[in-house]
T-cell receptor, first 113, second 116 residues
Framework: AQTVTQSQPEMSVQEAETVTLSCTYD???????LFWYKQPPSRQMILVIR??????QNATENRFSVNFQKAAKSFSLKISDSQLGDTAMYFC??????????FGGGTRLMVKP | NAGVMQNPRHLVRRRGQEARLRCSPM?????VYWYRQLPEEGLKFMVY????????ESGMPKERFSAEFPKEGPSILRIQQVVRGDSAAYFC??????????????FGQGTRLTVV
């Protein structure tokens, strides 16, 4: 079974600065996807970014980018130029070829003005 | 193309009653996941279903909880004889689940169950 670990329960960052959220996972499989989801106070789960394990290039979506280290089983999320609207819970998730979707425990991010 | 639809958004039940939560996946999606989120906590996996099959129910409590995803109609998460500890937000997600391209999961807005 795979596990996903987010070691930072809470983080804060000043508006316009950069913050990195950590995620590690454990799996014996070679083909899988990794995701970061955002859950704002509205509680809607929003996909932020995804990474395919067979791609070495790190995924980027506007101000969001990942640092994917496959050998280390690490998948961190970097948010640049943080905005107040980035305040939310962030969940790292993993899905394998068997379509089993597993989430980490989440990191609560607070962007301060 | 409508997203994942969950209803009701809010459900209040008295202790001992039954709660039925519905999830209509996105069009073309045949895989459904149910998660429970307690206040200030993360998403806990409950069950993974494909049409007419339960693939993994390792996160489901052994008693009172059941789930189905029939050939026609929405997926149903059923909680019998609810207790206060069942109060939580229940999220449904769906995916195509076919090969590498199909693995992105889309979430519904959740059902907030309150047991009084």
């Amino acid at each position: 079974a795979q596990t996903v670990t987010q070691s930072q329960p809470e983080m804060s960052v000043q508006e316009a600065e950069t913050v990195t959220l950590s995620c590690t996972y454990d799996t014996s499989e070679s083909n899988y996807y990794l995701f970061w989801y955002k859950q704002p106070p509205s509680r809607q789960m929003i996909l932020v970014i995804r990474q395919e394990a067979y791609k070495q290039q790190n995924a980027t979506e506007n101000r969001f980018s990942v640092n994917f280290q496959k050998a280390a089983k690490s998948f961190s999320l970097k948010i640049s130029d943080s905005q107040l609207g980035d305040t939310a819970m962030y969940f790292c998730a993993f899905i394998n070829a068997g379509n089993m979707l597993t989430f980490g425990g989440g990191t609560r991010l607070m962007v301060k003005p | 193309n409508a997203g994942v639809m969950q209803n009701p958004r809010h459900l209040v039940r008295r202790r001992g009653q039954e709660a039925r939560l519905r999830c209509s996946p996105m069009k073309g999606h045949s895989h459904v996941y149910w998660y429970r989120q307690l206040p200030e906590e993360g998403l806990k996996f409950m069950v993974y279903l494909q049409k007419e099959n339960i693939i993994d129910e390792s996160g489901m409590p052994k008693e009172r909880f059941s789930a189905e995803f029939p050939k026609e109609g929405p997926s149903i998460l059923r909680i019998q004889q609810v207790v206060r500890g069942d109060s939580a937000a229940y999220f449904c997600a769906s995916s195509r689940g076919q090969g590498v391209l199909g693995t992105e999961a889309f979430f519904g807005q959740g059902t907030r169950l309150t047991v009084v």
